[in-house]
């Protein structure tokens, strides 16, 4: 059974520093590209993240580059974000995906991402 967990999430100042793990099952972590995603309320999903099979590329949405790094652990089976100078507007619910590669990079199109995990909310406040 394909499973991807995310943890993590919580109530956090704007300001702090913060990490969303996604743990995945039954599947060949290392044969993935691994993206998050996030949404706002009654919008629609929105890029963050993505990083290929490899590790050696990853791209970032315009909001949360510099601020964001993801990273993957494919001993463990686990994608990371590293959130860091968060802003309320940050607060969403993240989910994690995964995508066979398709192309030279990682995709930001949330049509390619194939597995998805449930989702974990992010609430940046003071």
């Known amino acids: 059974q394909v499973q991807l967990v995310e943890s993590g999430g919580g109530l956090v100042q704007p300001g702090d520093s913060f990490r969303l793990s996604c743990t995945t099952s039954?599947?060949?972590?290392?044969?993935?590209?691994m993206a998050w995603f996030r949404q706002h309320p009654g919008q629609e999903r929105e890029f963050v993240a993505a990083?290929?099979?490899?590790?050696?590329?990853?791209v970032y949405g315009d909001s949360v580059k510099g601020r964001f790094t993801v990273s993957r652990d494919d001993a463990k089976g686990t994608l990371y974000l590293q959130m860091n100078s968060l802003k309320p507007e940050d607060t969403a619910v993240y989910y994690c995906?995964?995508?066979?590669?398709?192309?030279?990079?990682?995709?930001?199109?949330?049509?390619?991402?194939?597995?998805w995990g449930q989702g974990t909310q992010v609430t940046v406040s003071s």
């Open positions: 995906a995964a995508a066979l590669p398709r192309f030279l990079s990682p995709t930001r199109d949330v049509r390619q991402y194939d597995l």
């Open positions: 039954g599947v060949v972590f290392s044969n993935y590209d």
């Open positions: 990083i290929s099979y490899t590790g050696g590329s990853s």
